[in-house]
């Protein structure tokens, strides 16, 4: 019969390696830099406009930082939309604080169309504004107005044509 004592090298070679391997795994897990949560957000919205489905949805509401500011100075803070797959309707919203840059007050309709990116696997999980790429739909600009008509010249009858009265 084999026994195992410490004093074996194997034995003591083993435990040696294993308590290092786990004080590595141990070290790893308390030094790691974990990802910030905007990090993370940017991640997510990376994935949905790496693989989402796009779906037509609706702009419900617009929230604003400070709604006593002139329409240019305007920071839209959150923006709630609704789309509906498979007979579900989901309302989401969307912070957007981050993304300045690629939203505009002036474009921002309610009740108008947008376009949805959403997670086939969870579709609660969508965006419409991402670093680089966008539902939001010109509205301001895409809604065809009626131009007035240039005045029409009063016709005067040619010559030919008061003669054939005549005949």
């Known amino acids: 019969m084999y026994s195992f004592s410490l004093r074996d090298p194997h034995v003591f070679g083993t ?19 974990r990802p910030s949560a905007e990090e993370i957000e940017r991640e997510r919205r990376a994935q949905l406009v790496r693989a989402g489905r796009i779906i037509d949805g609706t702009i419900l509401d617009v929230t604003e ?4 500011v002139s329409a240019p100075a305007r920071e839209i803070r959150f923006i709630l ?16 604080t981050g993304l300045r ?3 505009k007050a002036e474009d ?6 947008c376009s949805v990116r959403y997670d086939v696997h969870r579709p609660e999980n969508s965006i419409i ?19 007035a008509a240039p005045p ?5 009858p040619t010559p030919t ?3 054939s009265r005549r005949d």
């Open 152 to 156: 029409r010249k009063p016709r005067t």
């Open 15 to 33: 435990l040696a390696a294993s308590v290092l391997c786990v004080g590595g795994v141990v070290a790893w897990l308390k030094f790691r830099r």
């Open 108 to 113: 921002l309709r309610l009740s108008f169309p």
């Open 129 to 147: 504004v991402a670093e680089n790429w966008s539902g939001l739909r010109m509205t301001a600009r895409s809604v065809p107005t009626k131009r």
């Open 161 to 163: 044509a008061q003669l």
């Open 65 to 68: 930082s400070d709604p006593g």
């Open 81 to 96: 939309y609704k789309y509906e797959i498979g007979g579900v309707e989901y309302e989401c919203s969307q912070d957007v």
């Open 101 to 103: 840059d690629h939203v």
